[in-house]
């Protein structure tokens, strides 16, 4: 049936736990990291993108608005939804991509406003953000040139933080922008791709307007979200994220080496540029000079200096990027720490005699190896999965993997695949990284995933040294290595045959850590940096595996302490129970009780609290939307969009 002049109301769900403004401030910034002897060192123009990248995923969870189809005469209900949902899209992404939409061409204008490129400069002295502006309709511009001549030279900037205008482009702001290496451009590309499941596609390329040659470029995917069209709803945010149980029992807690994204027998060094997630400890002195959302430990002191700002006081700490003060009195840096017990990692491998020992009863990983998974020379071990059951290759010959997880090597033990399952491999010797090592199920590198069953998990430890081969590195120039990797006498690094070579900032080289690092020495790393010429990974993404945290350490791997440490004094234990999650995910946001600052239970990564048959449970800070009909009275989910996929691309974003 046709209706004359039919509207109908529609809402995109893509996350509306805030109404955000569509251009925010860019504040939180993903990080990749240059390791070099000693330190780490973030290229800043690779975080700038990062940034800008995280921050656009942002304002596209802010997208909650409804909107009316215009008056389409002689036009069913369908084709007026199907229209009014492309007008949506298309005006959504003109807030993103520049350009306007139009109502009566919607396809047309999503057609061409999906190409549009927008550009963001970033004032790194005053970290203040700018974008070229659409003066006329008050919204990012459309750019057609870009680069230290192109839009940001003749067309109108606005600052974002102040809203200030200036139509004289950046050089109203600042005549020198070209030469005085404070300002960088980003140029973004943002697309919407339906289908089921939905996605949004994020592209962006920084670099330093004075040194544009150099320039990174990061594409995102993320998805998760729905599009859902309804004539009336209403919107509630579901706590259907992990749940916790907070513990005061330290007498019954085991310290893991893999419950820290990084463990270092030595000083510690981060720099201002650097964000670390997940705890961090140094046996020695710790420098944050960047932001560490975690809690970070020093056995010496936790200093907030910076190396590469001339050892200025750069360092934020906790969620609320706080300073060392703060964080001193709160828990977020401690200092006089014990020392990790290195010896554990010996015994985690040994056990009590350097002799396997099938029945001795204080074993470690070569006692605990059954003879099928004992191999008393070198190995090539590759992790395999076939009809959706993980198995291991070794030396050629394919097996079930271990019933109790446990592989040792005497030798040298050269490892790639992808893992399906929970398993340790230990080495008398170093490890080689032969390839790419994989999980099934991709490592939970942000806190609030939901944890579905039991992840996957692999222990890597080597008495001596875990290496990234010279032959690796030329066939993996992307590297993505999944596990907790520990040298217990040595380093995690590359091999000395890597020749010199100039230094390439387009991506070519890149690797990706997920999961947790611990180390007796930092003479060696991925990166080693000698001026201009470097050998290995420039570019390295630096991830904590969360799951290593709330689920459990591989099998048998190596504790940092036979008794409970100081930290583990108030512990945050993840819900696995299905029955008693079902019941608390169906929670909406004001169910909850929120802590005050002041409550003794308060931690800011736990703001919430509720009580379920008598036991409290603690929740974090990430709500999904849902969705009530109340036609059907029925519930309809739609998660935040959340990256599922991020790489380092060579092309430039440009018109």
Avoid at 81 to 94: C, G, M, N, P, Q
Avoid at 110 to 133: G, M, P, Q
Avoid at 559 to 569: K, M, Q
Wanted: with cysteine; glycine share 8%; net charge negative.
């Amino acid at each position: 049936m046709k209706r004359k002049g039919f509207s109908m109301i529609f809402t995109i769900l893509i996350a509306a736990m805030m109404m955000i403004p569509v251009l925010m401030l860019f504040s939180s910034a993903t990080t990749r990291n240059f390791t070099s002897k000693g330190e780490i060192i973030s290229d800043r123009a690779l975080v700038v993108a990062d940034a800008a990248i995280e921050n656009i995923l942002n304002t596209i969870n802010t997208f909650g608005f409804p909107y009316s189809s215009p008056q389409f005469e002689d036009e069913n209900q369908q084709e007026a939804l199907v229209k009014a949902r492309d007008y949506a899209i298309a005006d959504r992404l003109s807030e993103l991509n520049g350009g306007v939409a139009d109502i009566n061409d919607p396809i047309g204008s999503y057609n061409r406003i999906i190409n549009n490129i927008s550009t963001y400069i970033f004032k790194s002295d005053e970290s203040l953000w700018f974008a070229v502006w659409d003066v006329t309709n008050n919204k990012i511009a459309s750019v057609s040139s870009v680069g230290p001549d192109g839009d940001i030279a003749v067309r109108p900037i606005k600052n974002l933080t102040t809203g200030d205008i200036y139509n004289g482009g950046i050089s109203e702001v600042d005549p020198n922008y070209k030469s005085d290496n404070l300002w960088f451009e980003i140029d973004t590309n943002t697309q919407y791709w339906p289908g089921n499941p939905d996605k949004w596609v994020i592209r962006a390329t920084s670099y330093n307007i004075s040194k544009p040659e150099i320039y990174r470029s990061i594409e995102t995917h993320a998805s998760r979200g729905q599009l859902s069209v309804t004539p009336t709803s209403t919107i509630s945010q579901l706590a259907n994220g992990n749940w916790y149980v907070r513990s005061t029992d330290s007498d019954s807690t085991t310290v893991y080496y893999s419950d820290f994204s990084g463990l270092y027998h030595t000083k510690v060094y981060f720099g201002q540029f650097e964000v670390t997630k997940g705890i961090i400890r140094s046996d020695n002195n710790l420098y944050m000079g960047g932001w560490a959302q975690d809690p970070v430990f020093a056995s010496g002191r936790v200093y907030d200096q910076a190396i590469d700002a001339g050892w200025a006081h750069t360092g934020r700490f906790g969620p609320n990027q706080n300073n060392l003060s703060w964080a001193k009195n709160n828990g977020y840096a401690k200092d006089e720490y014990p020392q990790a017990q290195w010896p554990n990692g010996d015994l985690a491998l040994k056990g009590s005699t350097p002799v396997r020992n099938p029945s001795d009863p204080n074993g470690g990983l070569q006692d605990k190896a059954s003879p099928d998974y004992y191999i008393s020379g070198n190995a090539t071990i590759v992790f395999v999965v076939e009809n959706g059951v993980g198995k291991v290759v070794i030396n050629g010959v394919k097996k079930d993997l271990p019933p109790n997880g446990a592989i040792y090597v005497e030798g040298t033990a050269t490892v790639s695949g992808t893992i399906k399952g929970r398993v340790t491999v230990g080495a008398g010797n170093n490890i080689n990284i032969g390839g790419n090592i994989l999980y099934d199920t991709p490592p939970r590198i942000e806190k609030d995933i939901p944890i579905n069953g039991t992840p996957d998990a692999l222990g890597l430890v080597a008495y001596n040294n875990i290496y990234i081969p010279y032959s690796t590195f030329k066939n993996y120039p992307h590297l993505e290595v999944d596990a907790a990797m520990m040298a217990v006498h040595g380093s995690f690094g590359v091999t000395n045959d890597y020749p010199w070579r100039p230094m390439d900032t387009s991506g070519k080289y890149f690797a990706k850590w997920y999961g947790a690092q611990a180390e007796w020495s930092t003479d060696n790393a991925p990166c080693i940096v000698n001026g201009n010429y470097v050998k290995g990974y420039e570019i390295q993404q630096t991830f904590y595996d969360y799951n290593l945290f709330d689920f459990g350490a591989p099998p048998f791997y190596p504790t940092t302490n036979s008794r409970s440490e100081v930290h583990w004094n108030t512990r945050y234990e993840v819900v696995t129970d299905a029955n008693i999650l079902s019941n608390l995910r169906k929670l909406e946001k004001s169910n909850l009780i929120q802590i005050n600052p002041s409550d003794p239970d308060y931690d800011p990564n736990y703001p919430y609290k509720y009580v379920y048959q008598g036991v409290t449970y603690y929740y974090g800070t990430v709500f999904d939307v849902s969705v009530k009909y109340s036609a059907k009275g029925e519930i309809n989910k739609s998660p935040l969009y959340r990256i599922i996929w991020k790489e380092n691309i060579a092309q430039k974003v440009k018109p």
